[in-house]
């Protein structure tokens, strides 16, 4: 086995694909300590500014006082502390949502839920380029798989038409609500009338939607509607960390039965969950913070050309593989990091950076690396 893997790793050294972990000396923020060096953080999804926040520290300190540093066991058996349940409930009233079930992370949730949802016989309608969670939850249900082309209603339609579920089989639609690497936004009413004429059910991935948009931060679907159903993390926008599926009461109990990541797994810290109150609470409470988040996206946003499909999330096409490897080590020496996207996440030709905006982002901090950008990745 050790053969194998040293076999594997040098591939990796070869290609220039091989990755190390970096510590990080200081709480998320506009400014990090990364390896040792003080850089401008253009990577993390601490979309609020939340992370560091030390009401937000304060909730997940005093959660830790009074339950413990964890459970010891899964909330099926003997770690379901009210704590939980008080979270489900405020997030249910915040989604506008007839319940909530917390999972320990994104992942879990998506892995979770869409292999206890679809079954054998049933069709998956996927976008091509979903989030790794939302395709291992496919694939472990079973269910026949129809990926269709990046976020376009279109193809979708065609798909529906041409690859129906086998005879009783369902239908389901998996997306996310703003796209992980490219930030790109799904047309949701759009997708939600054609999830109506072919009797399919949403699964919607909105980990970097929540807090972000709506009037009041739900993200994208707020009051989702009975063939919607929702994933949404607490380790973005909310600074802390878990995930919750949000739907029907009936959901809510299915998964509760069915849903191998939850039942199989020990409850989330205790202090995350108390953490996430305090967040959701400032959400409501600092309307502000998404204002000057938005005032960023879109300040940064007209600076770029990038006028349509706004989020927090955007990319800056470099070139070839080694031409982005050569940019982010340049920016990186001069105190910008961002995020390298190579194969196999994008072609060989086409690789970029992704940048991530939050509201703790100032306007000099935004000039600072249009000035790199301009510099160093538009320079060739």
């Not at 010891?72 to 989604?95: M, T």
């Not at 159903?229 to 509760?256: N, P, Q, R």
């Not at 982005?324 to 996440?345: H, K, N, S």
Request: proline residues 6%; negative net charge; contains cysteine.
């Amino acid at each position: 086995m050790n053969e194998f893997l040293k076999a594997f790793l040098k591939r990796l050294k070869d290609d220039g694909a091989h990755r190390t972990l970096v510590t990080v000396g200081t709480p998320q923020g506009p400014e990090i300590d990364f390896g040792g060096r003080k850089l401008l953080n253009f990577c993390s999804n601490d979309y609020l500014g939340l992370a560091n926040d030390p009401r937000v520290i304060e909730a997940a300190a005093e959660a830790l006082k009074r339950f413990g540093a964890g459970g010891a066991s899964s909330r099926q058996v003997a770690a379901n502390f009210p704590i939980y349940e008080e979270l489900e409930e405020a997030l249910g009233r915040f989604k506008g949502a007839e319940s909530v079930l917390l999972f320990n992370s994104g992942y879990q949730a998506n892995v979770g839920a869409i292999s206890a949802l679809a079954d054998p016989g049933d069709a998956i309608y996927c976008d091509e380029l979903a989030h790794p969670s939302l395709v291992d939850g496919c694939v472990l249900s079973r269910a026949d798989i129809v990926p269709f082309r990046h976020n376009d209603v279109n193809d979708l339609e065609s798909r529906l038409k041409q690859n129906p579920p086998s005879p009783g089989g369902r239908r389901f639609i998996v997306t996310e609500a703003v796209f992980n690497i490219g930030g790109d936004v799904v047309d949701l009413p759009a997708l939600l009338s054609l999830a109506a004429r072919f009797e399919a059910t949403v699964y919607l991935d909105e980990a970097h939607a929540i807090g972000v948009f709506g009037d009041g931060g739900q993200g994208l679907a707020k009051n989702p509607p009975p063939n919607l159903i929702c994933m949404a993390t607490l380790s973005k926008a909310f600074g802390s960390y878990g995930a919750f599926v949000a739907g029907t009461k009936e959901l809510k109990d299915y998964l509760v039965n069915r849903a191998r990541t939850f039942i199989f797994t020990a409850a989330p810290p205790p202090a995350s969950a108390g953490a996430s109150l305090a967040a959701l609470k400032i959400i409501q409470k600092e309307p502000e913070r998404r204002g000057r988040l938005w005032k960023n996206i879109e300040y940064f946003g007209e600076k770029i050309f990038r006028f349509e499909n706004l989020s927090t999330i955007f990319t800056v096409a470099v070139g070839t593989e080694d031409q982005a490897r050569q940019t982010w080590l340049r920016l990186m020496e001069d105190g910008i990091y961002t995020q390298e996207i190579l194969p196999p996440l994008t072609r060989p030709d086409h690789c970029f950076l992704r940048i991530a905006l939050t509201a703790a982002h100032r306007p000099e901090h935004l000039d600072r690396l249009l000035e790199e950008l301009a510099a160093k990745a538009f320079r060739d």
